[in-house]
């Protein structure tokens, strides 16, 4: 089954604490990208990536690293995660350098205290 | 950037009616997709369509690229249908990002 999958799915820590959300995809899309979704502001891209080893910031991209080291998977990462990283994070994964439809993932919520 | 804007922010129906969901634009795109997020957080697409019309069963959408405008139709709707639907453009220059829409988001009755 083509899917993107994410873990954890939801994660209570504490200011400071290294996270690290992982996302995986099996269509062997080219195009990954990390978003966050908050009340009233819709979803903003974080990071995207055009394939292995290429990255690039999207909208909000601070605080936050990636790294493509395989096609497959695009982890997220939060170095020293604050109360205003608190937010639903989906991966997503796209065939065609972004300008194609996009598969989601179930989500991650994130809660930092 | 691109600015897009959804209408209306939220709707209220009854089982049964049907709806028009609308996404402005501010510029030409590359790109354009409806996704649904039901209740439960999961988001799915529901059309790629940078222009002409789609349909799949009770839903369809049509983008006028020319009037930097797309409808979403559904029709004849179900308590399933509620959730917030997002639009979602990507410019025609090379480093344009996608954008999101802030969503409108549909309450169907029983």
């Known amino acids: 089954e083509a899917q993107v999958t994410q873990n954890p799915r939801y994660l209570i820590t504490v200011t400071g604490k290294k996270l690290t959300v992982t996302c995986s995809q099996n269509?062997?899309?080219?195009?990954m990208s990390w978003y966050r979704q908050d009340p009233g502001l819709g979803l903003r891209q974080i990071y995207y990536?055009?394939?292995?080893?290429?990255?690039d910031k999207g909208d909000v991209p601070e605080g936050y690293k990636v790294s493509r080291k395989e096609k497959r998977n695009f982890p997220l990462i939060l170095e020293s995660p604050s109360p205003n990283q608190t937010s639903l994070y989906f991966c997503?994964?796209?065939?065609?350098?972004?300008?194609?439809?996009?598969?989601f993932g179930p989500g991650t919520r994130l809660t930092v205290l | 950037g691109i600015q897009v804007e959804q209408s209306p922010p939220d709707l209220i129906l009854q089982e049964g009616a049907n709806s028009t969901l609308r996404c402005n634009f501010s510029?030409?795109?590359?790109?354009l997709q409806w996704f649904h997020q039901n209740p439960w957080g999961q988001l799915i697409n529901l059309f790629y369509?940078?222009?002409g019309t789609k349909q799949n069963g009770r839903l369809s959408a049509t983008t006028v690229a020319t009037e930097r405008y797309s409808l979403l139709y559904i029709s004849s709707s179900q308590t399933t249908d509620s959730g917030v639907y997002f639009c979602?453009?990507?410019?025609?220059?090379?480093?344009?990002?996608?954008?999101f829409g802030k969503g409108t988001r549909l309450h169907i009755l029983p």
């Open positions: 979602a453009v990507v410019g025609m220059n090379r480093d344009d990002k996608i954008i």
């Open positions: 369509i940078p222009s």
């Open positions: 990536s055009m394939n292995v080893e290429v990255t």
């Open positions: 997503a994964s796209t065939p065609l350098g972004g300008v194609d439809t996009q598969y």
């Open positions: 269509m062997n899309h080219e195009y």
């Open positions: 510029d030409s795109v590359n790109n």
